[in-house]
């Protein structure tokens, strides 16, 4: 089922959303939906506030390895997410939000991070991710605690229609991605 994304606006994006006590399958369903719509939404990853559920539930999906092209999907559902390090050393790039549409702006992130959350039974899980897959976690985990990337982001701008989401600043050389979560 699709469900409606929230947009910026909405308070439930700005509230801290509360742990989830109960892997069930209501948990379930709605983790199943959630990536349905960030399919349909043509995203990498989604939080439960953004579509209304102010409850500590993320959904991200990214290649395993990105750097050939049709490499297989990771589909990562994670409850009470929550990082438990992060690199020194910092990275920026490019991020969107299906919650704030029409802008990108450039965030600086940690290149990579240790994750530790519950999978979608309920069972203990540690990730530890680098890179586009390590700003997308930042980005959906930030989610749960009502901070959106503009928040962060050092320069924000707007995307012109031709661009579309997989967009590049205007005018810079260099190919620069953009994630949507
Ligand atoms: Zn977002």
């Known amino acids: 089922m699709i469900l409606d994304v929230k947009t910026i606006g909405a308070p439930v994006l700005r509230r801290k959303a509360a742990p989830i006590t109960k892997a069930d399958k209501t948990i379930r369903a709605l983790a199943a939906n959630m990536l349905e719509t960030m399919h349909e939404e043509g995203g990498v990853g989604l939080a439960a506030p953004q579509i209304g559920q102010s409850i500590r539930l993320i959904v991200v999906e990214y290649p395993q390895d990105d750097t050939v092209e049709d490499s297989p999907l990771t589909t990562y559902k994670l409850i009470n997410p929550e990082i438990v390090w992060k690199s020194e050393t ?33 069972r203990k899980t540690e990730i530890t991710a680098s890179g586009w897959l390590a700003r997308i976690f930042q980005h959906e985990i930030d989610h749960l605690d009502g901070i959106c990337y503009i928040d962060r982001a050092e320069k924000v701008w707007e995307l012109s229609q031709e661009e579309g989401s997989d967009s590049a600043e205007p005018g810079d050389d260099e190919s620069v991605n953009s994630c949507k979560g």
């Open 90 to 122: 910092l990275v920026k790039g490019v991020e969107g939000c299906l919650s704030i549409p029409g802008v990108v702006g450039e965030v600086e992130r940690a290149e990579s991070i240790k994750v530790k959350a519950q999978g979608i039974s309920g």
